[in-house]
């Protein structure tokens, strides 16, 4: 089984603070993705990555960036949180089929 | 219009029946198509994946694909209490995953 792991599962944030989200998956998928879920809204696509080195704007990027230098690593930046960035985020990997996803960060911005 | 939706629900159906969920597309250059189930609380989990025309059956889920009217459906037949969850109806293109909002399932005893 895909193993997707996150580097918290609870963040506390200080408005205007750069955060760090950490996506690590051991099955050598090519793709990763970055998603937050909000009440009603469902899971969003931030960002998404199908290389090394690659990354792809997802549906609401505005405010965060990835990182991509390594295979099995996908990392997550907001640059300056906001509280409206309050979430859950997932994040997801996949070789061609349907994603794995860990279990997830709850990041509250205060 | 939304890449991806669904019946909103919530959708509340007795132990036994078939519960059955609906979700339409827009990119007709769609690939895969994946049903999930996400328990309150949980991640997503991948339960059923089509991708090509017709029914596709695996135990009490039977997913069914229609590419000409850009539709996936997702049948759950004998429906039981632990398949209270919210399903995902997810789509891919391009290396995109795009899921729709949900539809939040309850199975009554």
């Known amino acids: 089984d895909v193993k997707v792991t996150q580097s918290s599962r609870y963040l506390v944030k200080r408005t205007g603070e750069k955060v760090f989200l950490e996506c690590v998956q051991d099955?050598?998928?090519?793709?990763m993705f970055w998603y937050r879920q909000d009440p009603g809204l469902g899971l969003r696509l931030i960002y998404f990555?199908?290389?090394?080195?690659?990354?792809e704007k997802g549906d609401i990027p505005e405010g965060y960036s990835v990182s991509r230098e390594k295979k099995e690593r996908f990392s997550l930046i907001l640059e300056s949180a906001s509280t409206n960035q309050t979430s859950m985020y997932l994040c997801?990997?996949?070789?061609?089929?349907?994603?794995?996803f860990g279990p997830g960060t709850r990041l509250l911005v205060l | 219009q939304k890449e991806v939706e669904q019946n909103s629900g919530p959708l509340s159906v007795p132990e036994g029946a078939i519960a059955s969920l609906n979700c339409t597309y827009s990119?007709?250059?769609?690939?895969?198509f994946f049903w999930y189930r996400q328990y309150s609380g949980k991640s997503p989990e991948l339960i059923m994946s089509?991708?090509?025309?017709g029914d596709k059956e695996d135990g009490r889920f039977t997913a069914q694909l229609n590419k000409a009217s850009q539709y996936v459906s997702l049948l759950i037949r004998d429906s039981q209490p632990s398949d209270s969850a919210t399903y995902l109806c997810?789509?891919?293109?391009?290396?995109?995953?795009?899921f729709g909002a949900g539809t939040t399932v309850t199975v009554r005893a």
């Open positions: 990119d007709r250059g769609s690939q895969s």
């Open positions: 099955m050598d998928h090519e793709n």
């Open positions: 997810a789509v891919t293109g391009d290396y995109k995953l795009s």
């Open positions: 990555s199908y290389d090394v080195k690659m990354k």
């Open positions: 997801a990997s996949s070789g061609g089929g349907g994603g794995d």
């Open positions: 089509i991708y090509s025309n």
